[in-house]
């Protein structure tokens, strides 16, 4: 992407950027899950799932936008958005209150 990004957009992808960001994100998402389950590691199944849902899931959310910024409109698109957001909103949360319990 970095050394060829014209060979994208050759091929239909107009914001090649986006897979960088989805990698970076993937990084970021692969170490806030190390951390949790380093200092939580008992913690309730639900919010192991609410925790590792949305870490895997917002990162992929940059994949569509790679294609066009037309995404965000998309019903489809903006219903995962939310339901990812809402997971880790909910499940970090859920996971501090738990661990100071």
């Known amino acids: 992407m970095s050394e060829r990004p014209e060979w994208f ?4 992808v ?7 960001q989805a990698h970076l994100d993937w990084v970021m998402m692969g170490l806030i899950l190390i951390a ?3 200092v939580a590691p ?5 919010i192991r799932a609410c925790i ?14 790679a294609w066009g910024a037309g995404a965000k409109s998309n ?7 939310i339901v990812s957001f ?3 909103s909910i499940g970090l949360p859920a996971l501090a209150v738990w661990a100071i319990a």
Do not use: C, E, K
């Open 36 to 38: 949790v389950q380093t």
């Open 14 to 20: 107009p914001a090649p950027a986006r897979f960088r």
């Open 9 to 12: 957009r050759s091929h239909g």
């Open 52 to 65: 590792a849902f949305g870490t895997v899931v917002n990162p992929l959310l940059f994949l569509p936008l």
């Open 42 to 46: 008992g913690m309730p199944d639900w």
């Open 86 to 88: 809402l997971s880790l």
């Open 75 to 81: 019903p489809v698109y903006i219903g995962i958005t």
